[in-house]
């Protein structure tokens, strides 16, 4: 490639550079924000524009490919001015609606992940705004390449600053602009992706013997055997060692397993330990199979220890047990 085609290129007039670059620098902050560990600052410097700044590009870009036409003041009825610039959307004008309507993505894409299997997660919602950047930029390369080169937006990345209004309080106001778009965006894009103490929690659920919560055993007969299944999330935000006890309410004797194959005889007093370690995101579900060898009404819980500490959260089970005719 010639001297005079690579500066074609950054002038952007064969190719869109700036969509491109687009392109780039998402394949590189994608990889490093699934990558890195939370708190990173890496993940973080290329998290920001990944999730606050980039798919409102692609969108503006896609929307208005072209740079605008010239305004002739005489529309104005001030014949003896020059033309004016742009009738179209600027640099500065692209810049605030892209952080607007990446914030207003953001959103919306949350909002649509509530209503999936998948839910609200800090991969579903990368990924999705990842796929957003990449859809909305081909549409916006393809409506940028189809109008004429003198036509079409195009960032100079040869020149120098832009040059700033003449007036000054159209450069104080432009300044203000610009400085509360960035700082709101930046301070967005942190909370975004920097763990807060009160985002932690623990997801801890019992369903049914299906997997459902409509059939749970509540009306048992003597060393009948029944099975519900306990699920356990991590929303942490860091590795965590979990101790689940399951037993009768009011139970002091603990019994440590490494896994819940067996059939567990409740009323024998004893509690069944299980510890595990999951990972910031990871789950278990796993059923607990379990048997009264007495008649009577039970209640059954299920307590959960966090790095060997005990907690609030627990769920329970009652039960009616009668003798088997």
């Not at 985002?199 to 029944?226: F, H």
Request: neutral net charge.
């Amino acid at each position: 490639m010639g001297d005079g085609t690579v500066k074609e290129f950054i002038e952007g007039r064969t190719h869109p550079a700036d969509l491109i670059l687009v392109f780039i620098f998402s394949i590189i902050a994608l990889a490093l924000v699934i990558g890195l560990p939370d708190g990173n600052i890496a993940r973080i410097v290329f998290g920001i524009p990944l999730m606050i700044l980039f798919p409102g590009y692609m969108l503006v870009s896609a929307l208005w490919p072209k740079a605008g036409e010239l305004q002739d003041n005489a529309f104005n009825g001030a014949k003896n001015e020059p033309s004016t610039r742009l009738a179209g959307l600027g640099v500065l004008e692209r810049a605030a609606l892209s952080f607007g309507l990446s914030i207003a993505l953001l959103a919306f894409t949350g909002l649509a992940l509530n209503y999936t299997p998948v839910g609200i997660t800090f991969g579903s919602s990368v990924g999705t705004l990842a796929a957003l950047i990449f859809i909305l930029g081909s549409i916006a390369y393809y409506r940028r390449v189809r109008v004429p080169v003198g036509e079409r937006f195009a960032i100079n990345f040869c020149v120098g600053a832009p040059r700033l209004p003449s007036d000054a309080s159209e450069r104080f106001l432009a300044g203000a602009i610009v400085t509360c778009v960035v700082i709101s965006g930046c301070a967005l894009g942190y909370l975004l992706l920097t763990p807060s103490e009160f985002g932690k929690y623990t997801e801890l659920y019992m369903l049914d013997g299906n997997r459902t919560t409509r059939d749970y055993p509540a009306n048992l007969t003597v060393n009948q055997t029944a099975t519900v299944y306990i699920g356990l999330t991590n929303h942490e935000y860091g590795s965590v060692t979990y101790t689940i006890l399951a037993g009768l309410d009011g139970s002091n004797t603990t019994e440590f397993r490494n896994d819940w194959t067996a059939v567990f005889n409740i009323t024998n007093g004893a509690r069944i330990g299980r510890t595990v370690a999951l990972g910031n995101g990871d789950c278990m579900e796993e059923p607990f199979s379990f048997r009264c060898g007495m008649p009577g009404q039970y209640k059954i819980v299920w307590q959960l220890y966090v790095n060997g500490a005990a907690t609030e959260y627990e769920v329970h089970l009652r039960v009616n047990v009668v003798a088997a005719p």
